[in-house]
């Protein structure tokens, strides 16, 4: 589990193919590595991957088919720049949210402009995610907490604040950019709640099981 506080902004050193899946290579910049060790979790871009090899300021991890296709790391090349997060302790402030490392889908940067000394972004999520995204509600994007300003449709807009600026990739991400979403896991796991018994079927939450179940009006 994370925060969604980013700790070090690290670099793509090398990305090699093995077996039909890769491993990545990434270099820690200021990220503590002194206490980490092998199978420790560290969020790439809100990606949670498991460290295979250590070293003074890089760490090796395999990232599979799957992760691949469903996040952003399948676009990531030698040089790319990435947000990196170790796993929380007990001992950790918990200064953003509780953040899985789970990626629920890829968005899209389609407008930024400056308001005072911060930045407004305006994102849209893939369809299937924006039922999540509530105004006020936080949510990690390329593993950064976020609290959603406004919401429309499947865009929402984002306040950025010039420490997260300067500390995080978010400094340099433009119109057009694609950032691994991830979701308030509150609201995932309330959506399986309200299925009750029919979690097991298939359809998911639909407007006629909110009227069955009373949420809402017939």
Do not use: W
Not at 15 to 37: C, F, H
Not at 126 to 139: N, R
């Amino acid at each position: 589990m994370f925060t969604g506080i980013i700790l070090a902004v690290g670099r793509v050193k090398s990305i090699e193919s093995k077996g039909g899946d890769v491993r990545l290579t990434v270099e820690t910049g200021k990220l503590p590595l002194a206490d980490a060790q092998l199978g420790d979790s560290i969020a790439v871009n809100g990606v949670c991957l498991t460290a295979v090899e250590l070293g003074p300021d890089f760490f090796c991890a395999d990232v599979s088919r799957e992760t691949l296709s469903r996040t952003t790391l399948g676009l990531a090349k030698a040089g790319t720049a990435v947000n990196l997060e170790p796993a929380l302790t007990p001992t950790t402030r918990l200064g953003g949210h509780i953040v899985s490392g789970h990626v629920d889908g890829v968005g899209t940067v389609v407008a930024r402009r400056g308001d005072g000394r911060s930045e407004r972004f305006e994102l849209e999520a893939p369809g299937g995610l924006a039922k999540y995204i509530a105004e006020k509600g936080s949510i990690c994007v390329d593993g950064i907490s976020l609290t959603v300003n406004s919401v429309d449709g499947a865009r929402f807009g984002l306040n950025i604040v010039p420490h997260t600026l300067a500390e995080t990739t978010l400094g340099d991400i433009r119109p057009g950019h694609k950032v691994n979403l991830e979701v308030d896991i509150i609201a995932r796991y309330l959506e399986r709640l309200l299925l009750g018994d029919k979690a097991a079927a298939s359809g998911g939450v639909t407007l006629d099981l909110l009227k069955q179940s009373g949420f809402v009006g017939a």
